[in-house]
């Protein structure tokens, strides 16, 4: 990636509650991470400037040469992968989901990628709309997907989703952690909400076990994408503040499917060169076979609108 720094903006508060107190917490390279002394969130300086950042959500971010820095090894090459991660998570959410006091299922999916939540959900008859950023990948989403009965729009949620559209269902996975106002886009969204209506997202926690044995090393540093961490004290007093009552918090379901080739590849970010050559022998033979996996150090949140 570029690190020009004319790209770039140097971050001096924190952009949840605004507070120009902080703490160093992590210094990688050109990237510094703070913790803001008011509510927690740790965040990201310097950032790529706004056209800059969404420019990275283009092609080479779903193909990338070096995933361990910035997007996916091959995205749409593992459909089933997430296919599979996502029908477990559905499993989990059924609880929630048959409180709903409407009858009406629609959904919309925010980084909505190529569907392939959307497309699950739709199988258990729930109505989607995906949104995201990218066009390179809806534009894939609207070809992969062109015989069901979904709806795929490239943008942000306030250009591309009226406050009239209501939902019972907002999901975000591995989302809130790229978007630069995390309180913007929570206040977006409960709008959009119908009363009672849930919000579901997932976002790694920087005060994880993992977190904090692996430093600079943790798989979730990723600084051109990642621009802020959260904790449970930083998720619970956004989604407070936003207008929403959390009914769940939990690390418990937050596994995902995996190839051993994708082992292989983060463990050459964590371990010494010789015992990366270890696993890489080890796992050699086991490059496809797929591993459900779960480090504990994320977060799915289901939280309801209240006002
Ligand atoms: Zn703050």
Same mark, same amino acid.
């Given at each position: ?10 971050? @001096?508060?924190?952009? #949840? ?26 965040? #990201? ?35 089933? !992968? ?11 959410? =059924? ?20 569907? #392939? ?26 070809? @992969? ?60 926690? =920087? ?6 044995? !692996? ?30 009552? =959390?009914?769940? %918090? ?7 499917? %995996? ?49």
């Amino acid at each position: 990636m570029n690190q020009n720094l004319d790209n770039f903006n140097e971050i @001096t508060e924190c952009g #949840v509650c605004h507070t120009k107190e902080y703490t160093a917490f992590l210094k990688d390279g050109i990237f510094s991470i703070n913790k803001c002394s008011q509510c927690t969130t740790h965040w #990201v300086t310097p950032r790529l400037k706004p056209e800059k950042l969404k420019d990275i959500y283009q092609t080479i971010y779903w193909k990338s040469d070096s995933p361990k820095d910035l997007g996916y090894d091959d995205y749409l090459r593992q459909d089933k !992968l997430y296919q599979k991660t996502f029908s477990r998570r559905f499993k989990n959410l =059924i609880p929630f989901l048959s409180k709903l006091t409407t009858t009406q299922k629609k959904v919309l999916d925010i980084g909505c990628s190529n569907g #392939v939540f959307l497309s699950m959900m739709q199988k258990k008859g729930w109505k989607g709309v995906g949104l995201d950023i990218s066009e390179y990948i809806i534009e894939q989403a609207q070809k @992969t997907r062109a015989h069901e009965d979904l709806e795929f729009r490239s943008g942000y949620l306030h250009e591309k989703v009226a406050e009239k559209e209501k939902f019972n269902l907002i999901t975000m996975w591995d989302v809130i952690e790229h978007v630069e106002d995390p309180i913007g886009i929570l206040k977006q969204i409960n709008v959009r909400l119908n009363p009672g209506g849930l919000l579901v997202l997932e976002t790694q926690n =920087i005060n994880s076990f993992f977190a904090k044995l !692996l430093k600079r090393s943790w798989h979730h540093f990723k600084h051109f994408e990642h621009i802020y961490h959260f904790n449970e004290t930083a998720l619970r007093n956004m989604l407070e503040n936003t207008g929403f009552n =959390i009914k769940s %918090i939990s690390t418990a379901n937050s596994g995902k499917y %995996i190839e051993g080739k994708f082992l292989i590849e983060r463990s050459q970010r964590v371990l010494p060169k010789f015992l990366h050559g270890l696993v890489k022998t080890c796992l050699g033979g086991f490059q496809h076979t797929t591993f459900y996996a779960n480090m504990h150090d994320e977060y799915i949140i289901v939280a309801e609108k209240t006002e």
